[in-house]
């Protein structure tokens, strides 16, 4: 099985196509937030993961989501995720996993994916300071 996609997004929906054949629509797909109020601040962001198994494999695995303070395998942990699936030979799943993460300084960190023991795919997310909206009030 392979990691096709990994993004963190605003709106994840699912609706049926003609064929039967279904259609992913994502909206919002980011690689920066701003926080909502000065650190330490908690964020949740949605990072859907799309996979796909070829017609060769079984259809069962595991996929493993470690949120980190940095690219590095051994950067601090911000949060873990571990969710089994099964997903049909030849055909794609999906997983919707949340992070709910403690930031102590706005900087950069990365959801590091894997199915089973396979190789990291990272996505980075930066974290900025919140934003002043006072300035445009008038």
């Not at 695995?61 to 051994?74: K, N, Q, T, W, Y």
């Not at 055909?91 to 950069?108: A, D, N, P």
Request: charged share 15%.
């Amino acid at each position: 099985m392979q990691i096709i996609s990994a993004l963190f997004v605003e709106n994840f929906a699912l609706r049926q196509a003609p064929g039967p054949s279904t259609r992913i629509d994502l909206t919002g797909a980011f690689f920066s937030i701003a926080a909502p109020s000065p650190v330490p601040v908690t964020i949740d962001p949605h990072l859907v993961v799309l996979v796909y198994c070829p017609l060769t494999e079984v259809g069962n695995s595991v996929l493993e989501v470690i949120f980190r303070a940095g690219p590095a395998e051994d950067a601090e942990q911000l949060a873990r995720n571990v969710s089994p699936f099964t997903v049909e030979p030849g055909k794609f799943t999906y997983r919707l996993v949340r992070g709910e993460l403690l930031i102590s300084q706005y900087s950069q960190i990365f959801a590091h994916c894997r199915l089973g023991t396979g190789q990291w795919h990272l996505v980075p997310l930066t974290v900025l300071p919140p934003v002043d909206d006072s300035s445009s009030r008038g």
